[in-house]
Structures are given as C-alpha cells and as structure tokens.
C-alpha cells in the first residue's frame, strides 16, 4: 500500500514538473523580451534575470520615430479591414455551403480549404502580378487583398461548421414570416454566432497582425509599412549595430494588445474552435 502511495506522488510530482518545465521554456522568452526592452543598450550583453537600470528609453524612442507611429496605424487599418471583409464574406458563404443543398458542395468546401494549404512563398510571385496589375502595390489594399485570400479559407470552413449546427426550425420560421436570406442571415442567425465570429475573426487579426512576407515584398516606402516590417527595419547609431533593446520594446508594445484580446476572449474562441465537434 505505501509503495503504490509513493508511485503516486512520484508520477504527480514528476507531471507537475513537466508541466512547470513546458511553463518554464514558453514563458522565458517573452520574460526576456520585456526584461530586455526595460534593459540599457550597454548592459544588454550580462547575464542576468533582472534588470539592474531598468529605463524607459527604448520606448521613448520607438515612439518618437513617425515611422513606427505610421506602422501602427497601418497595421490597425489592414487587420481590421481584413477581419471585416473576412467575415463579411464568410457569413454569406457559409449560410450558402452550410444550408443551401446543391451539388458539389461539399468538394467546394473542400477546394476552398485546400487554399489554404499553399504556403505564401508559393503564390509570391503571383500574387505581386496580379497586385502591380490592379496598381495596388505599396498601398494598403494590396496587403488587404493578400491577407483575405489566406484567412478566408479557414473563416468560411468554422463558420459553415457553425452554421450547420443552427436548428433548421429557425430558417423554416423565418422563411415563413416572409424573411429573405440576408434577413435571416443578420436577424435569425448571426446573434447565435458570435462565438465562431470571434474565434475567426480573432485569428483573421492575429495573422494580418503579424504577416511578414507579404509586409514586405507588397510595400516600399515607410508610409505604407506595417508593424514587423517596421520593427525589422529598426536601425542603430550605425550600420554594424542592432538595436536589440528597441527592437524589443517594439515587440512588446505590438503583443501586448494581442495576449489581451486572447484573454479576454479565450472563452470564446474556444467555444468557437469546438462548434461542430459534437453533434447534439
């Protein structure tokens, strides 16, 4: 009996452990990246886990550059117009894949995932054809464009699965009042969908937050540049030397909102990510 106790605490011991390890090796980084950005440029090379002259100088001076304020603003402007579009287009595709039968929808659906699955280096050169053809280079509707074609394909695929678990007696009393599609859309079901809505429309934002590829083969001029092109470009006194502690503080002022919205919304997209696991 006391050598099973003991097998007991050592197997729970040994998982807490594990657990604090996996903690341990995903939180550091970001601890060092805040510790950094608070860090000196002279004391940024000793090893050590607090700072000993913490300093607010690296954000001042991130935040005095235009450019980076400009970035900001850019990248505001596209993930947010491409979280409305995203959806805007989803919501309707997926009331037409998920309640409207017809013949091959179900290969549709599967066509608009497989998009997906194409990496960004592949459709580069492409994609900057077509954006130079539609006079969208450098400017913010051709990172707009790029950005839907990648999140629209997963938005449309939640959605739909969401939609396909609405009670079909709401879209038959709805139709028998005399509702159209879009009034049944906006009035019947899009109140039920927040949760799929804001784990697509989070996610939709978090990867047009963070787009670096794009950023930067799509623009030229710091007018138009978004955040973590803006952040690579960051320079120093000189030209052999990286600005580590600004480059950091930048990055934490860019991810703070996002651990933000994550947590505020956590529930949400977890709800959102699951509609459709299980049929009721």
Known sequence: MTSRRLSKLAARAGFWLLVALIVVIAVFPFYYAIKTSFTPSGDLFRVELWPTRATLANYVQIFSQRSFLQAIFNSILVATSVVFIALLLGITASYALGRVRFRG??????????????PQVAVLSGLFEVIRALNLYNNPGGLILSYT???LPFTVWVLTTFMRQLPMELEEAAIMDGATPWVTITKVFLPLMWPAMATTGLLAFIAAWNEFLFALTFTLTDSQRTVPVAIALLSGGSAYELPWAPIMAASVVVTVPLVVLVIIFQRRIVSGLTAGAVKG
């Open 105 to 118: 929808r179900t290969t549709v659906l599967l066509v608009i995932l497989g998009v997906s699955m194409f």
């Open 149 to 151: 074609i990648f999140t």
